[in-house]
Nanobody
Framework: QVQLVESGGGLVQPGGSLRLSCAASESISTFDVMSWYRQASGKHRELVARITTGGTHYATSVKGRFTIIRDNAENTLYLQMDSLKPDDTAVYYC?????????WGQGTQVTVSS
């Protein structure tokens, strides 16, 4: 069973940057798909970014501002978030599908406010 631990969230002013990390309990080199989701208060969880063997995919709302990065040597998935906006405020989760199951971390809170 894969365990995922997110970190790096916090309070940041609009226009600022944060780098989220998702550390896996085992090698991620065999994972074909890894994703970041977020859930704002009172809203459904939504896909933010995904990295696959074929490339990357971003939600329209974050395209050009966020970058998803995988580091197989560190068994870690990152989300570099730049030019943050108040609408980016949410709990961010990493997710990995494996053997028919979805594995999620506990989430990390990102708050964008002046």
């Amino acid at each position: 069973q894969v365990q995922l631990v997110e970190s790096g969230g916090g309070l940041v002013q609009p226009g600022g940057s944060l780098r989220l990390s998702c550390a896996a309990s085992e090698s991620i080199s065999t994972f074909d798909v890894m994703s970041w989701y977020r859930q704002a208060s009172g809203k459904h969880r939504e896909l933010v970014a995904r990295i696959t063997t074929g490339g990357t995919h971003y939600a329209t709302s974050v395209k050009g501002r966020f970058t998803i990065i995988r580091d197989n040597a560190e068994n870690t998935l990152y989300l570099q978030m730049d030019s943050l906006k108040p609408d980016d405020t949410a709990v961010y989760y990493c997710q990995i599908p494996r053997a028919g199951l979805d594995y999620w971390g506990q989430g990390t809170q990102v708050t964008v406010s002046s």
